[in-house]
Each structure stands twice: as C-alpha cells, then as structure tokens.
C-alpha cells in the first residue's frame, strides 16, 4: 500500500506540475499573439500602449509564477520522498526528546520556514523587479522587511495557540480529536473574521474615515437601499505599497467595514465608486462570502474527519517518505500534500467564482449603473495593467473573475 500511494503522489505531483506549466506557456503564447491589437470592445477607451504594458505584465507574472511552482515541487519532493521532513524529525527528537507536542510544533514550525525562505526571493523579485519595471511598487525595501516581520510576528501568535491547541488534540482527545480540532478551527475563523478589521489590519495599512461628505452620503444611500449595515466607511493607504486599487468589504457581523483603497478613490469618479461598491453588495445580498466560509468549514471538515483515519495507517507515512508515525508528522504531510490531491478542483472552484461575480455584475447593474459599472472596470482594467486577452484554457481553470471582454458584454446588456 505504501508503494501504492508512492507512485500515486509522484504520478499527480507531476501531472499537476505538466498542466500547470502547460497552461502558464499557453497564457504567455495568447496574450503575446494579441498583444499588438486592442479588442474592438476597449478601443475607444484603451490606448494600445496600456494594452501593450497588461499583456507583458501579465506575460512577467505567469513567467515568475512558472518558476514559483517549479521550485515548490522539487520542495515538496525534497520534504518527503527526500527524507526532508524526516531529517527535520530527527534534529528536533535530539534536541527536544521528552515533550513530544512542543518537538511537533518544532518540526511543522521549521518546515514551514523553510518554504517561506524558499518564497521569499520570489515576492521580493515580484515586488522589486516585476511590479517595479511596470511602475506599481511604491514599497520600499524597509517596508517590505517590516511587512515581513510584522506578518511572521502576527503569525506565531496566533498560529502557535491553535497549533498546541491542535497537536494537544490529536494526542489526548480520544478517537474523535479531529472533530473537536475541526469545531476549534472553526471558532477560531470566525473569531478572525470579527477582530481582523479592527485589531489586525491596521497593523499594516492606515484606515481614515471617508472624508469626501457628497460621496459618503451617495454611499450611505446605496448602503440603505440595499439593507447594509457596516461600523464605517473608511479609506485604506494602498498607495504606499501598491498603486493597484480595489475596494472591498471587511469584517463579520457587527465588525463589518466598507474599505476604499485612496488609489481608487483617485481614478474613479462619483458614479463609478458607487458601481463598484453595488457590485460588492452583490456579493453580500447574494450570500457569497457565507457560502464561501461554508464551503470552507464543510471542506475542512471532511479533510480532518479523512486526516482522523489516515494518522492510524503506516503507509500513509511511508508511502510519503516518512518513519515516524506521529500525530504532528501526520498532520504536516496532510497539510503539504493535500494540494497536490485537490488540485482538480480547481476550475470548479474558480467557476463557482467566476459565476458569483457575474451576480455581483448583476446585481449592480440593477441597483446602480451598468453604464458607470463598465466605465469604472475599463479603467481598473487600464490602471491595473490586467490582460484583455487571457487565453480562454488559461482563464478557464484559474481566473477567479470573468475575462474582461465576456464580463463587459453582459453588462452592455443593461445599458441598451
């Protein structure tokens, strides 16, 4: 059974790896193809120069995303059939041989920095060098550390509860720990869905009221129209980091914030903040982001209760490269490997996505403008350097939102 699941993982492993490098040369091979033409429907708005700059954008991105995942696969050989993780098991029992829990946590804790180290130099080429070229960093190098540190320091303490929390668990809570894991895992989500707008976020951005009076009213009417009730309606600094701008809703229950980022506040006008925003309270009237932490939690729960049955199987740690049969060695490889199983799902999940922003579009049209919503996505479009010209494949089994020129048709059909 060990072999079984040897030549399994290394037979979807590259699988996964031959389609993922398939599809990122067949974006790249698309949009360079149409890269010197702008599609008849974004003419009138977009120069060919803003469409020339999105498709070697996007062209810069897949090309280090491509690299990116080369990179994490021999990674994730190495941790496993690599004696990686075993290795990583063996220093921490010498070092720490009596108090299995705080070896376990020292053993996922390593991994994990590992890969981070490993990613570093990627988000730091992205940053400096992709983003940089195209004229969208406005972080500097101080500031990016400082995010680091900032990110690890916020992780640990609030990762490392959850994690003793978790290993307690699989050692001490009998034959169903991983229920009792899952209901804590779940508490904890929710908790973070309700504190991170107010006590987290602003650890890496500044949060102002929304100052302009004529649109916060505007937008205080939209927000009453459509049942919305938030704590405020703030603008975020992403001008400091990025000059990509967005908006979106922040928080659960009572917590619940509007957040403009002051990039988008400045390109659009009036009319078109209040398009975008109605899109985004299409999310909410729609239910979408309680379906998707649903979706999550259901997901979650069928991964513990099939993690509950594998811990007690040796061929699952063999299978993986692994001799130590331990909760915590269990739980790592579940969490490194699962990907690897589930990549399949992927194009399901991005067209549940792709279909709930088609709601959104929607819903916006109906309770705003169409005509505002599509001025206000043709320039987010432009500024944002997004490609017109995805390959469909591509876009397909990726793409969260719609491809620019489908989405814009449909909503043509609000605006005659």
Request: aromatic share 14%.
């Amino acid at each position: 059974m060990a072999h079984t699941l040897t030549f399994i993982f290394i037979g979807l492993l590259a699988f996964n790896t031959i389609i993922r490098f398939w599809l990122g040369r067949r974006q790249i091979s698309h949009v360079q193809a149409n890269r010197n033409e702008v599609p008849a429907a974004f003419t009138q708005n977009i120069a060919l120069d803003a469409h020339q700059k999105a498709a070697d954008y996007s062209t810069a991105k897949t090309s280090l995303g491509l690299s990116e995942m080369l990179v994490q696969a021999l990674l994730l050989l190495a941790f496993t059939l690599g004696g990686g993780l075993q290795w990583i098991d063996t220093v921490w029992t010498t070092i720490v041989p009596n108090h299995e829990i705080l070896r376990g946590a020292l053993v996922i804790c390593s991994a994990l920095l590992i890969s981070s180290l490993i990613d570093l130099p990627f988000d730091y080429y992205k940053t400096f060098v992709v983003d940089e070229r195209f004229g969208f960093n406005k972080m500097t190098r101080q500031m990016f550390f400082m995010d680091l540190i900032k990110h690890s320091v916020v992780g640990l303490l609030l990762g490392a509860p959850l994690l003793f929390a978790a290993l307690w668990l699989m050692q001490g809570a009998g034959e169903y720990w991983w229920f009792y894991l899952w209901v804590v895992w779940t508490v904890f989500n929710i908790l973070m869905l309700a504190v991170y707008p107010t006590f987290i976020a602003p650890l890496f951005n500044k949060f102002t009221p929304l100052a302009d009076e004529s649109l916060k009213a505007r937008i205080e009417t939209l927000l009453a129209k459509c049942g919305f009730k938030s704590q405020g309606l703030f603008v975020m600094d992403g001008s400091t980091r990025s000059s990509h701008g967005n908006a979106y809703f922040t928080g659960f229950g009572s917590s619940k914030r509007v957040v403009f980022f002051d990039t988008l506040l400045e390109r659009l006008n009036t009319e078109e903040i209040e398009s975008v925003l109605a899109h985004e309270l299409g999310h909410f009237k729609h239910h979408h982001v309680i379906k998707r932490v649903a979706m999550i939690f259901f997901m979650s729960f069928i991964g513990l209760a099939l993690l509950g049955w594998l811990i007690d199987q040796s061929w699952f740690f063999q299978g993986l490269g692994v001799t130590t049969e331990s909760t915590y060695m269990a739980l790592l490889l579940f969490m490194l490997v699962s990907p690897v199983f589930l990549f399949v799902i992927r194009p399901l999940m991005a067209s549940y996505s792709r279909k709930n922003e088609f709601e959104a579009d929607d819903y916006a049209a109906k309770n705003a403008s169409a005509k505002h919503l599509v001025e206000a996505l043709v320039k987010l479009y432009r500024d944002n350097a997004s490609t017109l010209t995805p390959d469909p494949l591509h876009s397909a089994f990726y793409d969260s939102h719609p491809p620019a020129s489908i989405r814009i048709l449909k909503l043509a059909a609000y605006t005659g």
